[in-house]
């Protein structure tokens, strides 16, 4: 069994835990702030939170002296709260402010050396940032300030929920099974509502060898929380993930089987067989679960996905074009869509793809999850539209920073082809198509290869 976590490994746990919620107070960054947010997890009284949101005021109003001022008044007032410190560091967080973040939890070690919670905050940053190890001690002092922590029992039961829920994360981040589950059932024991918990502890039991205890906690955790992974789809997740297709199939049938009506699992199951190249089930599913539920905006793109992938653009924009309408502010389908119109003989369709292209360029500047994806697709336009110099700028500087994706790389292929540079856009495919199941532009990748193992 390997001792050290591969970044794909380490990057599915953190997307794990980030989506069950352990991180605590550094994922404050993806949420409305409310003074509930800020010391919820400290006390109850309401006529706390008062000043705290004449604080929130200030700081959304950029007067940070003011906003300071008012938190350290409230932390005198009332030592049970936060430090100052960790409160202006959960603004800052957010607003995607790391760096000021950062800088006010490093203070505050050194002005409440005694209090675990910036120990916390900056153990959940560095797991964020897949520096596991860092992730590790930071989380092993929070444990040692956590055991002699008196001064509010509400904050130390916070405390100790996230101290074993983020030395969970780093066990399983190793693969180091049992001593993620000792961990994650102290985290039960502590609060055995918590459907994150449960589901985690599920995906533990699975690595362990224990599949009837790991569906028991998925069905735990799915009887706490609706919206959890339905206990099949979790088991054919894992199964998948460890290359055995067969039995992953098995439990998505399974899945479908036990829950014929919901379209959520007609989805992720027909996005599965999509990942086999299935193209005719995936369609079959995706299509009942738009029977089920016509205004899934979710089933209008993946159905768009599927006929995109099976080359049939006119279908692919039906659906990426409702989708669009239906919700003009998400990227999958503008950034879909895009992708589709540019595919066109009509120049109307074009312009139209370049004009979305650019937006979506501009809307998810840097440090934006979407970023990569928006240049992507506005260099694959470029492309299409004879700019060639310009997808070329854009696809190097993604490359230099290791961000291709699949389809990016099959449109460096491309270029580099134009450029007679054959044996490089050849290896560059043999990789691509080696290490990836299916991607949108995979049947193009595979035409191209094959022509190019002819030449």
Known sequence: MRKCPSARFVGRILLLVVAVGFLGRGQAALAQVTAKTLIGKAVSDDKEYAEIDNAIARFKDRDIDGCRAILERARNNNAKLPPPGVMMAMLWLSVNQLSPARAELEQTVVKFPADPEPYLMLADLA????????????????????????????????????????????????????????????????????????????NVLFHMGKESEAVEQFREARKLDAKALQPELALARLYDEEGKK??????????????????????????????????????????????????????????????????DYAAAEKFFNEAHVQSPGSFPASNSLALVLIESDS?????????????????????????????????????????????????????????????GAYYVAKLLNDRGEKDRAKDILERVLTNEAVFATRPDAVDLFEQLKKN
């Not at 030395?167 to 001593?179: G, S």
């Not at 995936?282 to 992938?309: H, T």
């Not at 992507?376 to 230099?400: C, F, N, P, S």
């Open 347 to 407: 120049k109307e369709n074009q312009q139209r793809a370049l004009e979305m292209a650019e937006a979506n360029v501009a809307r998810y500047r840097e440090n934006s999850p979407q970023q990569v994806s928006a240049l992507t697709t506005l260099a694959w336009v470029y492309y299409k539209l004879g700019r060639r110099e310009d997808a070329e700028k854009i696809l190097d500087q993604i490359a230099r920073n290791n961000a291709l994706s699949s389809d």
């Open 246 to 311: 067969d039995v992953a199939k098995k439990w998505i049938e399974a899945a479908m089987k036990a829950a014929p009506q919901d379209s959520a699992v007609l989805l992720a199951a027909a996005q599965w067989y999509l990942g086999q190249n299935d193209l005719t089930t995936a369609q079959s599913i995706a299509d009942k679960a738009l029977v089920l539920d016509a205004k899934s905006l979710e089933a209008k793109i993946v159905r768009g996905v599927v006929a995109r992938v099976a080359r």
């Open 127 to 202: 797991f964020q940032d897949r520096r596991v190890t860092d992730s590790s001690v930071l989380f092993d002092r929070a444990t040692q300030l956590t055991g002699s922590y008196a001064e509010n029992p509400k904050r130390k039961r916070d405390f100790d929920i996230r101290c074993n829920a983020g030395t969970a994360a780093v066990a399983e981040a190793r693969r180091q099974w049992e001593t993620a589950q000792k961990h994650l059932a102290t985290w039960i024991g502590l609060d055995p509502d918590n459907a994150g918990a449960h589901f985690r502890l599920g």
